[in-house]
């Protein structure tokens, strides 16, 4: 029985085995470069959000400190962005979040973060239709609402008002963009991601001209005389201003921290590109080239933007729907409110396919891997992933058409911020795993395989967990001194300290954020129990930092670690905890459903499981003699190349 247990907690953590001699591979077309990454996560990043959130976020939290709110998202975002960055140099394949999990942490995780992300890409695809169809019938006079409503309305709780059937085509048209071929679409968001990109410097350079520095500068006099003709009061009236004390920060610095909360949200989307690892040229130095400029990118632009339109219009005058058009017209530009709706639709447009260009490969990664049905996997003549977008597009459709979809979108949060905080988890594990951890895993699954000499350091991580317990004192010496290269031992210990310190970034979290009148009130039991958190947490950074790095390098390697990734994993678990507990029941239901197609399909239908089970059925010499020729191939590797470096030769690449 125990031995049942053991094997079934063995099988939830498996990991993948990425065989990084033959990363050319791919049944995908490898036509992508930099500069079409680039404008892929421009334009998923940089959606219509720019046109309504700098207004929503200055009027209501920020006022002209907005720019300093989104400087602040834009380091958190930047974080996680470079634990991205260096997952796809070190394993440039299919799958992001999803891939880099399985690799690292195991099968369950990988699915939780797969099953997560395609949550959140179809919410996302579904709301960005709506608003999209939205938009386009604002422009028109508001018919195609009338029409609908008048002829097809539903009155059912959790429905929309009336099926969006425009949104349903413009979903389905983009489908059948993205199953024709994956250049023909990196063509099209490149054209609708520059248009963009024109009418925001269009906007920005127009607030420079025509705004007023006085703006910034707004006294809390002049704030309390717009409250009192606001509310209708008299002028003798002892009232205090609603739009706060006036100046650069008008509601303090908490109020530019709240901003700047959520703010973070509009830098979701650059991991769009990490799901491209196979239709690269070169994977390991496109991917990171293209997360880390166009996050710079989109900041500067989210920037420009917020400080043009604080310049223009004083804050409190905002309007929270629409406020470029709102504010050209305070200054006397009426008519470029028709440039700006242009640039809207063209960036509802790539922020549509921004979300939905991704659903398809995650589908596809998780499909080919066995734990998802095996049909998504098929790959169109034109090696684009076709049976995976035609059933995403039809999902993102069906949402589009019936739900009411503002009260899901919160659920997008938890999936995006839940794949943040493992890609960042990863990339400490992985960082201090022994050198080529990934190779080496398609030997230590089969132990017929392995020479004696190798059989004998073969450890599970269990395994090794538990050696470490019975150890005591000697062990304690290992740890604080431990060996000059990574080993089996120095990766437990970090893979424990990681683990503790996830807890405590849980607990820290959840009393700061529910209990924040106990710390206020200095309350002698959460002080206690804050001051022994942040020792444990002191103490498992500590044991980190004191453990062996990989000497393997790659082209972009995450700086400051192990501090950049822990606080990157401590943003957003933060952000997390904020959502409501109607989001956690919602996401609760969702997970229900992952669990049981795990637990019922893919969990008996994983690759992995088959090649783990093929050793002992006679493979086991097949096996030694690949492993034997692999090792054979990566010292003449290390011969060839001392910083083991391996990039994907364009002459190998598939053509379309």
Request: glycine share 8%.
């Amino acid at each position: 029985m125990l031995g049942q247990v053991l094997s079934f907690g063995r099988s939830l953590v498996r990991r993948k085995v990425v065989d990084m001699s033959n990363l050319e591979d791919s049944k995908l077309c490898r036509c992508l470069g930099t500069v079409d990454l680039i404008a892929l996560g421009v334009g998923s990043t940089l959606g219509a959000g720019v046109y309504v959130l700098a207004g929503e976020v200055a009027k209501g939290n920020s006022g002209p400190s907005i720019v300093i709110s989104f400087l602040i998202a834009a380091l958190a975002s930047v974080m996680a962005g470079l634990c991205y960055a260096e997952f796809g140099a070190r394993v440039p394949k299919t799958g992001s979040a999803y891939l880099y999990s399985y690799v690292t942490v195991g099968e369950i995780w990988a699915f939780i973060t797969g099953w997560n992300l395609i949550l959140s890409y179809v919410i996302g695809t579904s709301s960005v239709a709506r608003a999209w169809s939205g938009t386009f019938d604002e422009l028109i006079g508001g018919h195609i609402e009338i029409f609908c409503k008048t002829y097809f309305s539903m009155n059912f709780p959790g429905l929309a008002q009336y099926p969006d059937f425009f949104a349903v085509c413009l979903i389905l048209l983009l489908s059948g963009l993205l199953s024709f071929g994956v250049k023909e679409s990196a063509w099209v968001n490149k054209v609708f991601t520059a248009v963009n990109v024109l009418v925001l410097m269009f906007v920005i350079i127009s607030g420079f001209v025509k705004g007023d520095t006085l703006n910034w500068k707004i006294s809390e006099e002049s704030l309390v005389n717009v409250t009192i003709v606001t509310r209708n009061l008299s002028a003798t009236a002892n009232v205090s201003s609603d739009y706060g004390a006036g100046g650069f920060m008008p509601y303090g610095f908490s109020g530019t921290l709240a901003g700047a909360a959520t703010c973070f949200y509009a830098f979701v989307g650059f991991d769009c590109i990490a799901t491209t690892g196979e239709e690269v040229k070169n994977p390991q130095k496109a991917i990171p080239i293209g997360i880390v400029v166009s996050l710079t990118v989109c900041f500067l632009a989210y920037f420009g933007v917020s400080a043009a339109l604080t310049l223009m219009m004083p804050y409190y005058l905002l309007d929270e729907k629409s406020p470029l058009p709102m504010a050209f017209e305070y200054v006397g530009w009426g008519p470029a409110k028709y440039v700006v709706a242009v640039g809207s639709l063209c960036a509802l447009s790539t922020s549509l396919l921004g979300s939905m260009f991704p659903l398809p490969r995650i589908l596809f990664a998780m499909a080919r891997d066995g734990i998802l049905f095996k049909f998504m996997s098929k790959v169109s003549k034109r090696q684009s992933p076709v049976a995976a977008t035609m059933a995403a597009g039809t999902t993102a459709a069906i949402m589009a058409f019936l739900f009411d979809l503002k009260a899901l979108v919160d659920m997008m949060s938890i999936g995006t911020l839940l794949a943040y905080s493992l890609v960042a988890a990863c990339v400490l594990i992985l960082r201090y795993q022994p050198d080529g951890a990934l190779e080496q895993r398609a030997c230590n699954s089969e132990r017929d395989c392995l020479s004696p000499e190798e059989g004998e350091s073969d450890l599970t991580e269990s395994e090794s967990h538990l050696n470490m317990l019975k150890g005591g004192g000697s062990t304690l010496q290992s740890i604080l001194h431990p060996p000059l290269t990574p080993s089996e031992h120095s990766s437990s210990v970090v893979n424990m300290s990681v683990s503790a310190l996830v807890l405590l970034v849980c607990t820290v979290s959840y009393l700061s954020t529910y209990h924040g009148h106990a710390i206020i009130g200095l309350e002698s039991w959460i002080l206690a129990a804050l001051s022994v958190s942040l020792l444990i947490f002191s103490g498992c950074i500590f044991m980190i930092c004191r453990q062996p790095q990989t000497s393997k390098k790659v082209s972009f390697m995450v700086p400051l670690l192990p501090y950049l990734p822990i606080l990157s994993i401590f943003v957003n678990i933060y952000l997390m905890v904020q959502l409501s507990g109607d989001t956690w029941i919602r996401f609760s239901v969702w997970m229900a459903v992952g669990f049981l197609i795990y637990f019922g399909y893919g969990m008996w239908h994983s690759v992995e499981r088959q090649r783990q089970h093929q050793g002992p059925l006679g493979t086991s010499r097949t096996t030694h003699e690949n492993s034997k020729t692999n090792r054979e191939k990566q010292g003449g590797m290390a011969a060839g190349a001392a910083d083991q470096e391996r990039f994907i030769c364009p002459e190998k690449t598939s053509h379309c």
